[in-house]
């Protein structure tokens, strides 16, 4: 195995605040693809959104897998020099996400890699194991050493293991073993596997490069290195690809129960505007969020502003609906956040400052409307409002293109605490007078859902509290160990 390399000290995500989620993990693969650790690079680079803790690439040539990873945004983990390194036409990649800070996580930077009885494999996930915990537990009490804190690794383990390494369907039943939200990207010396769990919790598609096999998170992946994209992985289904062409199986149990199971939020917040996330143009439907929350929250206003760049598309759907004119209230610096080391909440709160800056010239004096597509901890909306009132805004109302987020994840995305998010001890006019806003509206489930003619595929969790399978109640201690605090490969 190659030593993880710390290129970079880990630093606050750019794109993430006080009044977001954290981001998840993106994936991409290649095979039959010259050149595969240029491709999976641009694949990532498209992706960089979905995780800036960490990436890597692992290729596989000549039966040889060797990997290159590294803490901080994808160009300073996999720098050009180390891709010359990675020859093959096979091979697959990771950005990283996940809630651990400290100096264990080099250790949980993806893909990773394991040595069995019978040769090198390289894993990559999206997504948390809920039974993780039960079964690392378990398998430590058969002697098993484990190398990472991170839930992903308990694919490697069940790979290695006897009962399931005769198995000609060992890929299969290994994952058919995890309970939880997945979707893995995994590779032995000769073969590329994309899986996706039975709900379909995260994204997977795959695409067509020349000859060869591409597969992302996202689309704008598929679309950006100039591949044709294919069609999504199917919950429940494992492609394998070799010499000897592709093979598409279904696993055969459910994994904690049937149904399907998308993450909405993956619409609402997390992917790319560009991309088809389950049959849907992410864009289009944010844009359908904010016509249907004018409808839902008309106000009489001068303007309707984004908070950029995550209420842009809300914002002009909500302009054209309401007739009020689209303008831009806020400029965002993008250079904000990979630059510092933010300890303390008041250093992060003066860099979520510095990130957005209201214009006097587009707000003084006017009724604004502000839209964004969520509110997690209020902390950060609330200083948007100020920002607002300070720059002449003269009644600011807000709008948000999602209901409001009361309740935790437990299939991979990095939600506070339920104590920690505002709307789960708070109701909305509560909300309203802590962020001083004149009026406060939130997009409604049956809004939420409205874009969607299969509206019981959707979890919508985090805002009504039904949870679609189990959660996990494992002891997550144990992931303490080695790898640092406890994380989940999100
Ligand atoms: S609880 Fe919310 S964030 Fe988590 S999978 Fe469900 S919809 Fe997505």
Redesign the pocket.
């Known amino acids: 195995m190659e030593s993880p390399d710390e290129t970079d000290c880990p630093e606050f995500p750019a794109h993430m605040d006080d009044d977001h989620p954290g981001e998840e993990c993106g994936l991409f693969g290649a095979f039959g693809c010259p050149g595969a650790a240029r491709i999976i690079f641009d694949g990532l680079f498209a992706q960089q959104h979905r995780g800036q803790e960490g990436a890597g690439i692992a290729v596989s040539n000549a039966g040889k897998i060797r990997c290159v990873k590294g803490l901080g945004l994808l160009a300073n983990a996999v720098p050009a020099g180390r891709i010359r390194e990675l020859a093959g036409d096979m091979g697959i990649g990771h950005v990283r996400y996940s809630t651990t800070g400290g100096g264990g996580i080099a250790h949980n930077v993806q893909p990773l890699i394991g040595d069995c009885v019978d040769g090198r494999w390289a894993v990559a996930h999206n997504g948390n194991i809920v039974n993780a915990y039960e079964l690392r537990r378990l398998h430590q009490e058969s002697g098993a050493l484990f190398q990472t804190g991170t839930d992903s690794e308990m694919l490697l383990h069940l790979l290695a293991a006897p009962g399931y390494r005769k198995d000609p369907m060992r890929v299969a039943r290994a994952c058919e073993t995890l309970i939880g939200?997945y979707s893995f990207l995994i590779m032995s010396r000769d073969r590329l596997y994309a899986v996706r769990d039975p709900h379909g919790?995260r994204p997977l598609v795959m695409g067509r490069l020349g000859k060869g096999w591409v597969f992302a998170s996202e689309t704008c992946a598929i679309t950006q290195i100039g591949a044709v994209y294919e069609r999504e992985i199917e919950p429940g289904e494992l492609v394998a690809v070799d010499a000897n062409g592709m093979a598409s199986t279904r696993l055969s149990r459910s994994g904690g129960g049937a149904g399907l199971s998308h993450?909405?939020?993956e619409i609402v917040y997390f992917a790319r505007p560009d991309s088809r996330v389950f049959g849907h143009n992410v864009h289009q439907v944010r844009v359908s969020y904010g016509e249907r929350l004018a409808e839902e929250y008309p106000v009489d206003a001068d303007i309707v502003i984004a908070v950029p760049d995550s209420g842009n598309s809300a914002a002009m759907g909500y302009a054209r609906k309401s007739g009020i004119p689209y303008e831009m209230g806020f400029i965002r610096n993008h250079y904000v956040g990979r630059t510092f080391i933010m300890p303390g909440q008041e250093e992060r709160a003066s860099q979520v400052d510095k990130k957005l800056a209201a214009m006097p010239e587009t707000v003084g004096g006017k009724r604004v409307v502000v839209v964004d597509d969520s509110i997690v901890r209020g902390t950060t909306m609330r200083r948007r409002v100020r920002t607002l009132r300070e720059a002449g805004a003269s009644q600011v109302h807000l709008r948000i293109s999602c209901p409001p987020v009361a309740h935790p994840?437990y299939?991979?995305?990095d939600f506070p605490t339920a104590g920690e998010l505002i709307a789960s001890s708070k109701s909305v006019e509560e909300i309203r007078r802590y962020m001083e806003a004149d009026s406060l509206g939130y997009l409604s489930v049956t809004g939420l859902l409205s874009p969607f003619a299969d509206k019981r595929s959707y979890?919508?969790?985090?805002f009504d509290g039904f949870y679609p399978m189990e959660t996990g109640s494992g002891d997550k201690s144990i992931l303490d160990e080695p790898g640092g605090p406890a994380s989940s490969d999100s």
Do not use: S
């Open positions: 939200a919790f993450c909405v939020f994840c299939y991979g995305i979890c919508i969790a985090c």
